[in-house]
């Protein structure tokens, strides 16, 4: 990340990115998981890879391996952590929120508090070129529930 950019986050905002950058969250591969999917940006080189078991249709256990830059790594860090205990449904629905809110569409006051600290990357998108690494461990999970949901229904 430039340091422009840094410098431009609101300290909180800035503090939360780093923080999840610098210690990931639920970095460990997920053992025979319902779900996987993985996901790269060209842009800038980052890579997502996305495990997920279920339970009774919610998740239990988040991995997400990720490499490239501090805020595609920070995104993914801090979307495992909302993962757990959602259904599918809910997961996708925060990750559309997540998306239209990277997208400069305006949330209400109830959509940002689903999203919880993911609130943080709004600030990243004054840089078109980041929203990209923001998203990317969001589409990820996208395509994962997607490909889970057209399995069980040839099962
Ligand atoms: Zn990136």
Not at 66 to 78: L, R, V, Y
Not at 80 to 109: H, P
């Amino acid at each position: 990340m430039s340091q422009n950019l840094f410098e431009e986050l609101d300290d909180l905002y800035q503090d939360l990115i780093l923080d999840h950058y610098r210690r990931p969250r639920n970095q460990q591969q997920v053992a025979d998981p319902d779900i996987c999917a993985e996901g790269h940006n060209p842009f800038c080189g980052d890579r997502v890879a996305l495990q997920i078991k279920l339970e009774d249709g919610r998740v239990t256990q988040v991995g997400l391996q990720s490499h490239g830059c501090s805020i595609t790594q920070a995104s993914a860090s801090k979307m495992t952590e909302l993962l757990k205990d959602k259904t599918l449904e809910e997961t996708v629905i925060l990750s559309k929120l997540f998306t239209a809110m990277m997208q400069g569409k305006k949330l209400t006051e109830e959509e940002l508090e689903r999203l919880g600290e993911m609130k943080a990357f709004s600030a990243v998108c004054k840089y078109p070129i980041r929203i990209k690494c923001a998203v990317l461990p969001w589409n990820t999970l996208e395509d994962g529930v997607k490909h889970y949901r057209s399995g069980q229904k040839h099962r």
